[in-house]
C-alpha cells in the first residue's frame, strides 16, 4: 500500500475516533447503532464505554500506523 493511502487512511479512522472520544459521538452511537459503527458486543455499553473501547483502538492503531511507516510490508493488513 502506498503512503499517501496510508496516512490518508488512518486520517479518516483518527477523525473517526475523535469525533467518538471528544464530540458526542459515542452518545449517538449507544443502543443497536453501535453493532454496526463499533462491534457486535457494543450493543449494551453506554458512552462512556464505547469512548474508552474507541480510545484503545485508536492507541493500537497508531501503534500500528508507525509500524507501517517505518516497515512497509505491515501496511497490507
Known amino acids: 500500500m502506498a503512503l499517501w493511502l496510508w496516512c490518508?487512511?488512518?486520517i479518516l479512522?483518527?477523525?473517526y475516533?475523535?469525533?467518538i472520544i471528544g464530540y458526542g459521538?459515542?452518545?449517538w452511537i449507544e443502543g443497536w447503532k453501535s453493532f454496526f459503527l463499533i462491534e457486535w458486543f457494543a450493543l449494551?455499553?453506554?458512552a462512556e464505554q464505547i469512548r474508552f473501547y474507541v480510545?484503545?483502538?485508536w492507541l493500537a492503531s497508531v501503534i500500528w500506523f508507525?509500524?507501517?511507516v517505518i516497515k512497509p510490508e505491515l501496511r497490507g493488513f
Open 17 to 19: 475516533c475523535w469525533w
Open 25 to 27: 459521538g459515542a452518545k
Open 13 to 15: 479512522e483518527s477523525l
Open 44 to 46: 449494551d455499553w453506554n
Open 55 to 57: 480510545l484503545l483502538i
Open 66 to 68: 508507525l509500524l507501517g
Open 8 to 10: 490518508l487512511l488512518f
